[in-house]
């Protein structure tokens, strides 16, 4: 029996490295997954040694492709998405990393950005890349590096030197050396990179003193990136698809027309929608960024992050231990008689739209008849009225008319909470059969640059609904809802909102 062919999606995550490789329906034939170590040089400190993300990923998909063989199929092309702004600095003849990668949590340049902000430049920096100045984006990680390594801004001005995002770094591992280019997405998290323009920009490699010569090429998510060397994965393959997770996932959802979004629900929460051809500067501190960029198009988003999602089922579970499984919050919160109950999960401070970094957690209207399942069905509750608050900042600043939220990640197994996200956002709530949305974004990317797909918009009929949630309760008792909350946020801000 000849093959079928079948795409390899490399998903390099913060944590583990996997492989996934995907018929051309979109189904799931082979996959592998496998953890590296984190290093914690110091407090707010995180790195990881790039030859780890590199033997995980040739690993992983070496095996993905085996097995996918076993079962008929043959990936005929390879689509790469990558945790995002995580920063490496190498030798271009060696191919050696002159550091180690400096992860995107790492906040060791909080003090750098700060003086920037004080010195007035954030404004131009949010105007040109739509981000923040923030040590989370890769710039002050670049400058750090050539800053603390012995002579390497004096090698990278020589054109010695190279960066890359982790996609970079493993196209680079991967082509032997021969390709050295990053995705639209990838290089719109740098805070170097033009989203209006899409180029690189002069005047932001002189603030954060940066040569250009350490740079990538910018190409489209779907484009020519390289085939791998032969010695590698059995056989020379393309790659033909590249972005960065988040991204990756709004075209796994195939969130493809303005007012799609897509959430995805793991620890925290992401969410990104589709705005368009219009990059939306925000009002609300919302980051604007490129979603996707095809034959030179770039389509954008507006993004917002939850900081505390599943992470407050955790919390149940390992502090409070009122729980034994994340699972059992679903039964429990059904159960639950939690009117007038607010658990506000600041553990962090509050992001967008209240950005408020010293508010610490609080739970209020307390009663005797207060339990388990009340606490549960309050944590859950807060995921949805975070989202509420996001989605409605979003609204505020594109005056984008939202259409439906597509939800990912390891909360959305939790019909409870998926029913309760439609009730407290007035949207139509829609979990896909395929939950794999970032690594089959990927897939789907680098099977239309292969000529597999005639165009994003021609995979909308391969997305497939596992089941929708429709808004069930009254406008009157969501706004009742959402006021309850807000007054509980409003108690919790040290900022004196
Ligand atoms: P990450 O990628 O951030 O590690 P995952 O996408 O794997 O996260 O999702 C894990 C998170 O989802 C955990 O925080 C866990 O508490 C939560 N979670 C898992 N299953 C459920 C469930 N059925 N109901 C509610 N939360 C859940």
Known sequence: MADNNGILAIDQGTTSSRAIVFDLEGHIVATAQEEFSQHYPHSGWVEHEPQDLIDTTLDTSRRALKAAKAAGVHACSIGITNQRETTIVWDRQTGEPVHNAIVW???????????????????????????????????????????????????????????????????????????????????????????????????????????????????????????????????????????????????????????????????????????????????????????????????????????????????????????????QSEGLANDAEAEGLYMVPAFTGLGAPWWDPNARGAIFGLTRNTGVAEFVHAALDSVCLQTGDLLEAMADDSQTKQATLRVDGGMVANNWLLQRLADLTGLDVERPRVIETTALGAAYLAGLQHGLYQSLESLESQWSLDERFKPAISHSSREHIVEGWHDAVRRTLTTGR
């Open 105 to 327: 949590q790492d906040r060791r340049t909080a003090e750098r950005c700060a003086a920037l902000k004080a010195a007035g430049h954030e404004s131009m920096v949010a105007e040109r890349t739509g981000l923040l100045l923030d040590p989370y984006f890769a710039a002050t990680k670049i400058a750090w590096i050539l800053d603390n390594v012995r002579g390497a801004r004096e090698r990278a001005r020589k054109g010695e030197l190279a960066f890359g995002t982790v996609d970079t770094w493993l196209l680079w591992r991967l082509t032997g050396g021969r390709s050295h280019a990053t995705d639209a997405t990838n290089a719109s998290r740098t805070l170097l990179f033009n989203i209006h323009r899409q180029a690189w920009d002069d005047e932001l490699l002189g603030l954060f003193d940066i040569p250009a010569a350490i740079l990538p090429e910018v190409l489209d998510s779907a484009d020519d990136f390289g085939t791998t060397d032969p010695e590698l994965l059995g056989s020379a393959l393309p790659i033909e698809g590249i972005a960065g997770d988040q991204h990756a996932a709004v075209v796994g959802q195939c969130c493809f027309r303005p007012g799609m979004i897509k959430s995805t629900y793991g620890t925290g929460c992401f969410a990104l929608m589709n705005t368009g051809e219009t990059a939306v500067p925000s009002q609300n501190r919302m980051l604007t960024t490129t979603a996707y960029r095809i034959n030179g198009k770039p389509t954008f988003a507006l993004e917002g992050a939850i900081f505390i999602a599943g992470a407050a089922i955790q919390w149940l579970r390992d502090e409070l231990g009122i729980i034994a499984h994340a699972s």
